[in-house]
């Protein structure tokens, strides 16, 4: 019996496969963690992106829009801004950019105007003489909860917000 014993402790013939399950979890949580981080990176490229959109379009309507430097709350310029920012397109057509971007609510429009104080003399000049406040510049911010790679297995959720803004100064279109 003893020398039964000693001949199962002398073979090495399992020992790689003992290897490799001991090293597996370590090489797949690195993997995945690899992945999510790519997705994590791809997400905030994309919020990132819809807000210059947005801010660009919002950045090109007409020029009447702006006159006293606010966004009308709920108008149709804000709604449409909103939209690009989530969907790409002012009609809300289509799927939103990410799985989280649930409401237009997530994306902020705002309207600042610089009177030409801060030096800028483009900004009471050209375009913008019929604007006693100054030059109107857009602002578009989101903010959109991320979701996580592991979340979506089941293996704990990591609670962050992607958040992005974007300015454009108003030229009508």
Not at 60 to 66: E, I
Not at 114 to 122: I, L
Not at 134 to 152: C, E, I, K
């Amino acid at each position: 019996m003893t020398r039964r014993l000693l001949f199962l402790f002398a073979d090495r013939s399992g020992s790689a496969a003992v290897e490799m399950v001991l090293v597996l979890p370590i090489l797949l949580a690195l993997m995945l963690g690899a992945v999510d981080v790519g997705n994590f990176f791809l997400s905030e490229h994309v919020v990132d992106k819809a807000v210059r959109d947005a801010a660009r379009y919002a950045a090109r309507l007409p020029l009447a829009d702006y006159t006293d430097c606010t966004v009308p709350s709920g108008g149709a310029a804000e709604q449409q801004t909103q939209r690009v920012a989530r969907f790409g397109e002012p009609d809300g057509t289509g799927n939103a950019r990410l799985v989280g971007w649930t409401a237009d609510s997530m994306t902020i429009v705002t309207i600042s105007c610089d009177d030409g104080t801060s030096g800028n003399s483009w900004a009471t000049g050209g375009i913008y003489t019929d604007f006693p406040r100054g030059a109107p510049t857009v602002t578009v911010s989101a903010t959109v909860p991320y979701n996580s790679f592991f979340g979506a297995l089941g293996l704990g959720r990591l609670t962050a917000n992607l958040n992005a803004e974007s300015q454009a100064a108003v030229i009508g279109a």
